[in-house]
């Protein structure tokens, strides 16, 4: 497989941008080139791990694209939480939210506007969707609403007791489901007349895949680190909630997972774009929520994981219509267009709640 050429620069460019701004405070150009350099690094590690992911096949690349992701979001999160000045009891909350509706509305909608443009109706594997679904749910309501409604500790938060089982079972339920996805019932998540005539990488090229991708990860987390007092900053001067940086932080890690399913929503490949989209919330959650717990326990950080009422309307809306999307196994313009809309209602009340 002929590697292009941009993948293979970007990491160790951006390594050399990490270790010259690392412990720095940049202004100006030096900033906007670490900003460039970290949204590069975090679309050539997607490209990577497709690599590594396309060598060992479905749907384990949507596996590996899921945790590659989640890795990027759970450093990013981790640095932002030890910058002072944030507000870190509730950044983790906000990210995951936003990844959740991002994901349910925004790259579902998307894929299946552009999907039902090309191809008029959609088609899909109810097994597999539905069962992603009921698990990311789940996964939801243990991180996001029980918190909320929970009188132990103040606030809309776990106690210590309560947290940890939150992370068992998030982690006990993404196991679980990963088994299902990889062994048990693989075939419900592969598409039903799958593709053979793509060229598969070869050994040596998913080794430097992988080499890479290690790379660009630690290079996204570090550049992240550097370029949090500026995103402190702009957020401040927009005059936005605190919670924006959540949204930010989902944009910018989903920014190539969103591409990857509307390019194979684009190709009539509507399952592996519902394994994309709903495996990375999957991974979001029920990888994310376990460790930024056992981060803030080891921090002494408080951590609120509750939503408000808004965003709680805002969840439970996407949760009803995304069952009311997948259950038929078709899908049409109507239902990418009504995803569409709760994304924008969800992006304009996170802006001007």
Not at 22 to 36: C, E, M, T
Not at 261 to 270: E, F, H, I, M, T
Not at 275 to 301: E, K, M, R, Y
Not at 302 to 330: C, E
């Amino acid at each position: 497989m002929a590697f292009l050429r941009w993948p293979v620069a970007v990491p160790p460019v951006a390594a050399v941008v990490l270790a010259a701004t690392w412990g720095r405070k940049p202004h100006g150009i030096v900033l906007v080139l670490v900003a460039i350099a970290l949204i590069a690094a975090v679309i050539a590690a997607v490209h990577h791990a497709e690599v590594v992911a396309h060598r060992v096949g479905e749907p384990f690349g949507t596996l590996i694209l899921a945790i590659a992701v989640t890795v990027i979001e759970v450093g990013l999160i981790v640095m932002l939480m030890t910058t002072p000045g944030q507000r870190a009891d509730t950044l983790a909350r906000d990210t995951v939210y936003s990844a959740f509706m991002i994901v349910c509305n925004g790259v579902i909608g998307l894929s299946l506007l552009v999907g039902t443009l090309k191809h008029r109706v959609l088609e899909f594997r109810v097994e597999g969707v539905t069962g992603a679904l009921a698990t990311l749910t789940s996964l939801a309501t243990l991180a996001l609403v029980l918190p909320t409604f929970t009188t132990t500790s103040p606030g809309p938060s776990y106690s210590t007791v309560q947290l940890a089982f939150a992370g068992v079972a998030s982690l006990v339920l993404y196991g679980v489901f990963v088994f299902v996805q990889t062994i048990r019932h693989r075939p419900h998540f592969a598409e039903e007349q799958d593709h053979h005539d793509s060229v598969l990488p070869s050994t040596r090229d998913a080794w430097i895949s992988l080499g890479m991708l290690v790379v660009c990860l630690v290079a996204v987390v570090g550049l992240a680190k550097t370029e949090s007092p500026a995103i402190e900053r702009g957020v401040h001067i927009l005059g936005a909630p605190q919670s924006v940086v959540g949204v930010a932080i989902a944009l910018l890690v989903l920014l190539p997972e969103t591409t990857a399913a509307v390019r194979a929503a684009a190709r009539n490949r509507v399952q592996t774009s519902f394994n994309l989209a709903l495996g990375s919330a999957l991974a979001s959650i029920g990888l994310t929520i376990p460790t930024i717990g056992v981060v803030a326990s080891l921090l002494g950080q408080p951590l609120t994981l509750g939503l408000p009422s808004k965003d709680l309307v805002l969840l439970a809306l996407t949760v009803v219509v995304s069952v009311m999307t997948v259950a038929p196994g078709r899908a049409t313009l109507l239902q990418g267009t009504v995803h569409l809309s709760i994304f924008g209602a969800f992006i304009f009340l996170a802006l001007t709640p």
